[in-house]
């Protein structure tokens, strides 16, 4: 996603534009930029794991109930390293 991003940058010469003060003004529709297409089609399928991710976590913690969160707790860790082994 950063290197779509930087390359949108690039094509349309927004480093001139914002930083260099060329007084250009800034272009009108990004989307013109296939790398522009790419970055929007790329932040979709990330937000579509990141949601499928959490459905699938809360699946496992509340109808398979085998404790997803709770291995991934810091007390579990920590009970076990404070607590001598038997």
């Known amino acids: 996603m950063a290197g779509t991003g930087m390359a949108t940058a690039l094509l349309a010469r927004l480093n001139e534009i914002v930083f260099q003060g060329t007084g250009e003004a800034l272009p ?3 989307a013109a930029y296939p790398t522009m297409v790419a ?3 790329m932040a979709l399928v990330l937000a579509g794991f990141i949601a499928l991710h959490l ?3 809360l699946y496992h913690q509340l109808v ?3 404790g997803p969160f709770a291995r991934m707790s810091l007390t579990r860790r920590m009970r076990q390293q404070l607590l001598p082994a038997e």
Do not use: F, T
């Open 28 to 30: 009108a529709n990004l």
């Open 39 to 41: 970055h929007g089609w």
């Open 55 to 57: 459905i699938v976590a």
């Open 64 to 66: 398979r109930r085998d």
